[in-house]
């Protein structure tokens, strides 16, 4: 098997690990985006993972298995009425994790990726362009001078939870919710949250090849 053939048939796997059930079209545009990821990496060091096994699983698969819990809420907003489509922002995505991952396994959630990097902005520009995602944009901005109210505001990697909530949360649409993956349970993050927030679900995730704990915590607006 060639290299490229193994790591499309592991993220298969992974996928329907995760109870993915990807259409061959999505698979296409994740392996497009391995590519493209590797490509600019060399140039822009938007990753410290370099080895494309290490960026499927840990990127790739880590990314995917928060997609499943992200549509069962889309799928809440779509019933509760909020509106014609679900916006949500992903914030300091750098490479586009999980942020573009969601666009490609959302195509009815409108994603917006923003970084205080310019380039890395600009990366998920070209990804929207070459992966053909009109639901896909990326932001040269502080997450703080954003005012848009966004359905849902994601983060993975990117701060501690205090520091999330506290900076994007003018950007919070008054029904929205703020969806943080995290690796171990942050009890002391938690303990630290502002009284205007409450968490009101943490949700246990398990990566297909990543002997790692990973969760979401789940908050709203107190």
């Known amino acids: ?34 590519a493209l990821l590797q490509k600019w990496n060399k140039v822009y060091n938007l990753t410290s993972v370099r080895d494309p096994q290490e960026m499927l699983t840990h990127h790739l698969l880590d990314s995917l298995a928060a997609v499943v819990p992200l549509r069962g809420h889309v799928a809440t907003l779509a019933q509760g009425g909020a509106g014609d489509t679900v916006r949500l922002l992903d914030v300091g995505s750098g490479g586009g994790l999980p942020g573009v991952v969601f666009a490609l396994c959302c195509p009815d959630v409108d994603v ?14 070209q990804a929207a362009v070459a992966l053909k995602l009109r639901n896909l944009h990326g932001l040269h901005a502080r997450v703080e001078t954003l005012t848009t109210p966004f359905d849902i505001i994601s983060c993975r990697a990117f701060a501690s939870l205090p520091d999330f909530v506290t900076w994007s949360r003018g950007a919070l649409a008054d029904h929205g919710i703020w969806f943080a993956m995290k690796g171990k349970h942050p009890d002391e993050e938690i303990a630290a949250l ?15 090849g990543l002997d790692a704990e990973r969760c979401i915590i789940w908050m709203k607006p107190a």
């Open 1 to 34: 098997m060639a290299p490229n053939d193994t790591l499309r048939a592991q993220l298969q796997a992974g996928a329907r690990a995760v109870g993915l059930d990807l259409a061959d079209a999505q698979i296409n545009q994740l392996m497009d985006f391995l």
């Open 112 to 125: 917006s990726c923003v970084d205080t990097v310019g380039k890395k902005a600009a990366f998920i520009q």
């Open 194 to 208: 502002p009284a205007s927030v409450s968490v009101f679900h943490v949700e246990q995730l398990a990566v297909p």
